[in-house]
């Protein structure tokens, strides 16, 4: 069965350090992994895809296929990047679902 | 384009009550999936509607059924409530690539009392 696992429910920074939300699943086959995020007081939206291989609003994301991670990294934190972020599994298989982790609350200090 | 829109924001019923649920897909996407959010947890499966038919779900009783409309709107019904169906529910669309994204509603907050 595919898993998703985030290990760290809250996650503080200070602006302007480094920053990395883990992730680490389970999946019978090859996966193309995805970030959400859902700020305060808005809706869940995609933050990026493994398979574009896209850096947005600074974070970016490596598939360590040797260690099933898919951690989200950013250098330098900014206040506007607190929220809420999911790690997900697309569909695969049978399965019609995203499989999301439970969550990390980044709060990034001033 | 439009996004996908959830109605009502937030609910409140008694548990044995019934509830319907509704979501309108963004332009495009034939597909709607409905996922429960407890407080704390990430979004759970709980199925998918695709040409009007369910296409997979999760683990959630027979008293958690949908529709899918030909416009591709959807309903999530929900019959015997229970206090621990209080939660946020998100209704997702996409198309059927497995590796396209999807979009989210804000959600409906029902909460069971």
């Known amino acids: 069965a595919q898993r998703v696992t985030q290990p760290e429910k809250l996650l503080s920074v200070f602006k302007g350090a480094p920053v990395e939300l883990k992730c680490n699943y389970s999946y019978s086959g090859s996966p193309e992994l995805f970030w959400y995020v859902q700020y305060s007081r808005q809706r869940l939206q995609l933050l990026l895809r493994h398979i574009s291989r896209e850096s947005i609003k600074g974070f970016t994301a490596d598939l360590n296929k040797g260690e099933t991670s898919f951690h989200l990294k950013k250098p330098f934190a900014q206040e506007e990047d607190s929220a809420m972020y999911y790690c997900a599994l697309p569909p695969w298989g049978s399965a019609r679902q995203l499989t999301f982790g439970s969550g990390t609350q980044l709060t990034v200090l001033p | 384009e439009t996004g996908v829109t959830q109605s009502p924001t937030h609910l409140i019923k008694t548990r044995g009550q019934q509830v319907t649920l509704r979501c309108s897909s963004q332009s495009g996407h034939n597909t709607v999936s409905w996922y429960q959010q407890a407080l704390g947890q990430g979004p759970q499966f709980i199925f998918q509607?695709?040409?009007?038919?369910?296409?997979g779900r999760g683990n959630f009783p027979p008293r958690f059924s949908g529709l899918q409309f030909p416009n591709y709107s959807s309903e999530l019904n929900v019959n015997a409530l229970e206090l621990d169906d209080s939660a946020l529910y998100l209704c997702a669309s996409s198309t059927m690539d497995r590796e396209a994204g999807y979009t989210f509603g804000s959600g409906t907050r029902l909460t069971v009392v």
């Open positions: 509607y695709y040409r009007e038919e369910e296409n």
